[in-house]
Structures are given as C-alpha cells and as structure tokens.
C-alpha cells in the first residue's frame, strides 16, 4: 500500500480502506489540486508544438511539494492520521499528473515535434525525481535540526 | 476563466481522486510487493482514458465540457506524478534500485504506449 495513505498512524488497518472520512478527504484534496492545476494551466497555456512548461512546473513542484510533506507527516506531524491522505493523495495527487505529461508528449511527437517531445519526456521525471530527493532530504535536516 | 468550468473540472476530479485511492488499495492489497503495482494501473487507466478523449476530441467529438470533467478533472486526479516519484524515492531509501528504476521506466512506457493507443482508439470511433 502506498506509503502516501497512510498518514502518520504507520500502516492504517484494512478496517480504514472504505472509511468515508478519508474517502471525503482524499476526494476533497484532490479537488482542491484539480484546481490549482487548472488555473495554473490557464495562467500559463502551453502553445501548441511547444514544451509543456506548465505541466512540468507543475509536476516538478508536486514532487519537491510531496517529498516535504511525506517526512513532515512520518517525523513531525505524529497525530494527523487525516494529513496524508488530503495533502498527499488528495492535494497532491490531484494537482500533479501522469495523464496529461503522457498525452503531451503523444500530441508532440505525432505532430512531428519529436525533439521537444523526447525533451519533456525525459525532462519530468529527472525534476521529478530530483525535486522530491532534494526537498525530503532538505526537509528532514531541518526537522532534526530543529529537535536537537 | 468560467465558473461552470471550474466545476465541471472539481467534479472530476473529486471522483478520479478517491478512486486513486481505493484502486491502490484493492490492488495492493493483493499484489503487496515492492513495486508500486497500484500507482501504476491508475497512470497507465488515466493515460490510456486521456488518450481517448484527446484522440476523440482532435476528430471533433468530445464537448468541451466533457474534456475539462473528464480529462483535466477525472484523469488528472486519477493520476499522479507526486505519489509515483516519492514511491520511487521510497525504494531507493529502501535498497531496492531496481524495482526503483524499473517503475520509472515501466510506468513512462506503459503510459505512453496507453495515451498513443487511447488516441488512435479516440480517432478511430469519432472519425
């Protein structure tokens, strides 16, 4: 089960699966998400043929957003058994995408934009996967840091 | 920016969300290994549903109503580039690089050979 649900009651029982609590939380967090993804896409269109900036910035500051919260929620927060689920399969989940990085890059390479294509292809998960190293890192020295 | 639009991409996204969850869940719970099996269905379901909807939509059949509840708002919530990542980081704290480098390049593959044949699915049925 994803780390992500859990929240920060370590592994919830199987009891938890159709709590309509966490269900309503992860469905409300991932509307609130829906949405700032949307307003973020309105705010900066991506013209057709070009790369995706959008998409990425938001992937990319999804990742770093997640990689903060995870370690708050495991080593700080101890008592919110309801932060996971909102912020991180809700917010987070709802505001990042996997579809939509997926689809642009299908869109760009049958228009024949091959290169920007692969560009974004390989663009989202390396600042993704750095986003969310660098900000879980970053957050838990500052967590401990603070503890000393 | 249309308040109705808004809307129509929350309730999406308040469906896609939740199912996320219970379908992480229901597949975890029968496939619990280290491979995060349950991200990965909702990533390559959502691109291969988008693909559709793109594919449908670049052949004039699919409203703009039903492209922002559907594909901003169901998709984009039913997939997720934030739990992917930081299940892939977990598997690297964990020792695991393997299956860790494995999700990256299974779950990027898997999608885009969804979100292609979704779109010449799309073309094919509104064309």
């Excluded at chain 1, 101890?78 to 505001?95: C, N, S, W």
């Excluded at chain 2, 934030?82 to 690297?92: A, G, Q």
């Amino acid at each position: 089960m994803s780390d992500v649900h859990q929240g920060a009651n370590g592994r919830q029982g199987r009891h938890l699966q159709h709590n309509p609590t966490v269900l309503t939380a992860v469905a409300a967090g991932g509307a609130i998400g829906a949405a700032g993804r949307y307003l973020v896409g309105l705010a900066w269109p991506a013209a057709p043929g070009a790369f995706p900036v959008s998409t990425l910035g938001i992937n990319v500051l999804g990742c770093a957003l997640i990689g903060v919260l995870m370690v708050l929620v495991r080593e700080v927060w101890t008592g919110h058994p309801l932060a996971g689920p909102f912020l991180g399969t809700g917010v987070l989940g709802g505001f990042t995408t996997f579809s939509t990085y997926a689809v642009d890059i299908q869109r760009l390479a049958v228009d024949g934009h091959v290169g920007i294509a692969f560009l974004s292809l390989a663009a989202t998960p390396v600042g993704a996967l750095l986003a969310v190293w660098m900000a879980a890192a970053t957050t838990r020295r500052i967590a401990r840091g603070m503890t000393r | 920016m249309r308040p109705l639009s808004l809307l129509l991409v929350v309730t999406g996204a308040a469906i896609g969300a939740p199912l996320r969850y219970l379908t992480d869940r229901a597949v975890q719970s029968r496939h619990d290994t280290v491979f995060p099996w349950g991200t990965f269905t909702v990533n390559v379901l959502g691109s291969l549903i988008l693909g559709i909807l793109t594919g449908a939509a670049a052949a004039g059949g699919v409203s703009s109503q039903v492209q922002l509840a559907v594909g901003t708002g169901f998709c984009g919530a039913l997939t997720t580039y934030s739990t992917f990542s930081y299940e892939t980081l977990r598997m690297f704290e964990k020792d695991h690089p393997r299956p860790a480098v494995c999700n990256v390049l299974v779950s990027i593959g898997a999608g885009l050979l969804a979100a292609l044949l979704g779109a010449a699915i799309g073309q094919k049925i509104w064309a």
